[in-house]
């Protein structure tokens, strides 16, 4: 009977390993997001200035995308939920979180925080509700985790259509 037990458990860690996805969480302004880590090219902590960043010959677009989401509003430090990783909370270091599309591409996201990694199963995410969508305008940003006691939402970007996006409008 052990041996049945021993394989039954190592293909329900199989199984269970292959609905959980890793994420890179970061902030903008008043929110949390997150992309694919496979999607991430590269993370660049900001100083004092933004760099020009170049690939394969191409200037990499950077992209303010909290002003994009949440216009000109002002960060109020008191409403920022807090996102707490392996014990420790996410400080509030701009980054500069560099995107790729499956082609390619790449589009630079300026980040109110360093990011930080995530596991997350495909049953945490929802559909992303009308109001959001409806303030947001996008549709780069179909999915959302629900708040809990230990995280808030996190709101789920689709890489490719975001970098797709980003680029055509420039």
Request: glycine share 4%; aromatic share 8%.
């Amino acid at each position: 009977m052990p041996a049945i037990s021993s394989l039954r458990s190592q293909r329900l860690s199989e199984f269970k390993s292959d609905t959980e996805k890793q994420y890179i969480a970061f902030r903008l302004r008043l929110a949390w997001f997150i992309l694919p880590i496979d999607a991430i090219y590269r993370v660049i902590p900001l100083e004092k200035h933004i760099p020009q960043l170049t690939f394969a010959g191409q200037k990499v677009v950077i992209v303010d995308l909290g002003k994009l989401l949440f216009g000109q509003s002002k960060n109020q430090s008191g409403k920022i939920p807090q996102l707490i990783a392996n014990g420790a909370v996410i400080p509030s270091k701009p980054s500069l979180i560099v995107v790729r599309s499956d082609t390619d591409k790449l589009v630079g996201v300026l980040s109110n925080s360093q990011p930080a990694l995530q596991k997350i199963t495909q049953n945490q995410l929802v559909p992303l509700p009308l109001t959001y969508s409806q303030n947001w305008k996008v549709d780069y940003i179909n999915y959302m985790t629900l708040p809990s006691q230990d995280a808030p939402s996190l709101f789920a970007i689709d890489n490719n259509l975001f970098v797709n996006r980003m680029i055509s409008s420039q």
